[in-house]
């Protein structure tokens, strides 16, 4: 119908093409409008879905570290704790030297074991990871390198058979502490006495072991700072860092908690739990 046909169109005609005609940009507008008003509520409702998971997430995430940080609390004032943090550093005055071809054995280790799986490790010194002391060669020689389970498993060994004093009380103190990790999920637990910052005691038995968190090869990291902050803390209370990545545990990103351990009121130790990344994955992502 072209304009002219429309002029001739009586005015009752005219009125209804007017109506038709208004009433079909008004249902378009209201449309329109339907749309736009749809999609902001979708909007918002998502908004507020994400918004509610996210609070949700990260209540999970406090509730799990408050259960953690209560646990090293409570660990670190047990008598077997203590009893353990007295004979490891006791013991460990008594280590004797290491042999002339441990450092060597080591590196090799390092190479193998940490280097080749660390991104740039191709790069680096093996021996700039070595303990700075003849006990800590001596004992990473027991416990790594002579350990006969593989990597990942050197845990498994409940005492060296070099029948000295320190590997008795790892006989008896080990069992208790992997049994401790094992049921709970933590990566790693240690003893760390506190004039030199020496890790006297270790479940998990990487390369940090037996160095000293003061003047070896972790001194710079975030475990070095758990352990000096937690060194200054009263009875019953905690430090936490957070994740960053560890070379000794292969470049993977570790959080620490620590708390002071103390014999009446003599401070004798820091006791220090390595967290595992997998669990904090595993409540952000639902467990995969």
């Known amino acids: 119908m072209n304009l002219r046909r429309i002029t001739q169109l009586g005015i009752r005609s005219r009125l209804v ?10 249902a378009f507008l209201v449309s329109v409008f339907a749309y736009w008003t749809a999609r902001s509520s979708l909007t918002n409702a998502e908004y507020d879905k994400l918004t509610t998971i996210r609070e949700h997430k990260a209540s999970q995430i406090e509730g799990y570290l408050s259960t953690v ?40 280790y390092y190479a193998t074991n940490m280097l080749s799986k ?37 845990h498994l060994l409940d005492a060296a058979g070099d029948d000295s004093s320190y590997s008795q009380a790892h006989g008896r103190y080990h069992p208790v502490f992997r049994d401790f990790l094992e049921r709970f999920g933590y990566y790693d637990i240690f003893l760390v006495e ?17 160095t000293s968190l003061l003047t070896g090869p972790y001194a710079e ?4 700072q758990v352990f000096r902050a937690a060194s200054l803390l009263p009875r019953g209370e905690s430090a936490v860092v957070d994740f960053a990545p560890y070379t000794a545990s292969y470049g993977a990103p570790a959080a620490f908690v620590a708390s002071p351990v103390f014999d009446g ?21 639902n467990n995969g």
């Open 69 to 108: 940080v209560d646990q090293v609390e409570n660990v670190a004032g047990t008598p077997e704790t203590v009893a353990a943090m007295r004979r490891f550093s006791s013991d460990w005055q008594g280590i004797e030297a290491a042999s002339p071809d441990a450092a060597e054995k080591l590196e090799r």
């Open 265 to 285: 009121d003599a401070r004798i130790g820091v006791l220090v739990f390595q967290l595992p990344l997998d669990k904090i994955n595993g409540v952000m992502t």
């Open 221 to 224: 990291t975030n475990f070095a």
């Open 118 to 154: 660390l991104s740039g490790g191709e790069t680096m010194q093996a021996s700039s990871f070595l303990p700075h002391s003849q006990t800590g060669l001596h004992l990473q020689q027991l416990y790594l390198v002579d350990n006969s389970n593989p990597v990942g498993s050197k």
């Open 17 to 26: 093409f007017a109506m038709v005609g208004t009433a079909a940009v008004a």
């Open 194 to 210: 506190p004039d030199g910052g020496n890790i006297v005691y270790s479940v998990f038995k990487e390369a940090d072991y037996a």
